[in-house]
Antibody
Framework: EVQLVESGGALEQPGGSLRLSCAAS????????MSWVRQAPGKGLEWVSY????????FYADSVKGRFTISRDNAKNSLFLQMKSLRAEDTAVYYC??????????WGKGTTVTVSS | QSVLTQPPSVSGAPGQRVTISCTGS?????????VHWYQQLPGAAPKLLIS???DRPSGVPDRFSGSKSGTSASLAITGLQAEDEADYYC??????????FGGGTKLTVL
């Protein structure tokens, strides 16, 4: 079964850091591009970041550029999102998603990040 | 404010047909990028519903269909059922190399 399982979400203070992880199974992880998408409480979906299958190419939404870093470990079938200088507006459920051309065909259940003092 | 514009809500009675619009611009939908649709049931993660404007992934009922024209796209749901009550999001790609979403449409089955 194709599956993505996120972890690492927590309550963090403004200005703090968190590292999210996404464990992939049921497919050849190294062959797929991946993305992170977030959803603030009661709000819509917002694309956060993308990484190519090799990890060589990465893109970020303007709202997180310079603060978030996406990476992957193909040997461990894992995707990561390092988040620094967290702000209240980063509070959201963060979803890991498998990318197929220009859409996301598999989603995890999400992990919750709360930024508050 | 989302790059793609959707109506905040639509509603319909069981058995009826509803449509959800998604309006973009010349830098995304109008530039030729495909439109995709996701269904998010209450409390759940988004699920791919329609890809590449009108393709249904395996397991998606043929009551769901998508179309695209110019800078807009539409999702149509026929034979509305109670289990279709959910949030629906359109998504495309922007020439600035961003994935862009609509603000979402809440479908209420009356």
């Amino acid at each position: 079964e194709v599956q993505l399982v996120e972890s690492g979400g927590a309550l963090e203070q403004p200005g703090g850091s968190l590292r999210l992880s996404c464990a992939a199974s049921g497919f050849t992880f190294s062959s797929y591009e991946m993305s992170w998408v977030r959803q603030a409480p009661g709000k819509g979906l917002e694309w956060v970041s993308y990484i190519s299958s090799s990890g060589r190419n990465t893109f970020y939404a303007d709202s997180v550029k310079g603060r978030f870093t996406i990476s992957r470990d193909n040997a461990k079938n894992s995707l990561f999102l390092q988040m620094k200088s967290l702000r209240a507006e980063d509070t959201a459920v963060y979803y890991c998603a498998r990318v197929e051309t220009t859409f996301m065909d598999v989603w995890g259940k999400g992990t919750t990040v709360t930024v508050s003092s | 404010q989302s790059v793609l514009t959707q109506p905040p809500s639509v509603s319909g009675a069981p058995g009826q047909r509803v449509t959800i619009s998604c309006t973009g611009s010349s830098s995304n939908i109008g530039a030729g990028f495909a439109v995709h649709w996701y269904q998010q049931l209450p409390g759940a993660a988004p699920k791919l519903l329609i890809s590449a404007n009108s393709d249904r992934p395996s397991g998606v009922p043929d009551r769901f269909s998508g179309s695209k024209s110019g800078t807009s796209a539409s999702l149509a749901i026929t034979g509305l059922q109670a289990e279709d009550e959910a949030d629906y999001y359109c998504q495309s790609f922007d020439s600035s190399r961003n994935w862009v979403f609509g603000g979402g449409t809440k479908l209420t089955v009356l």
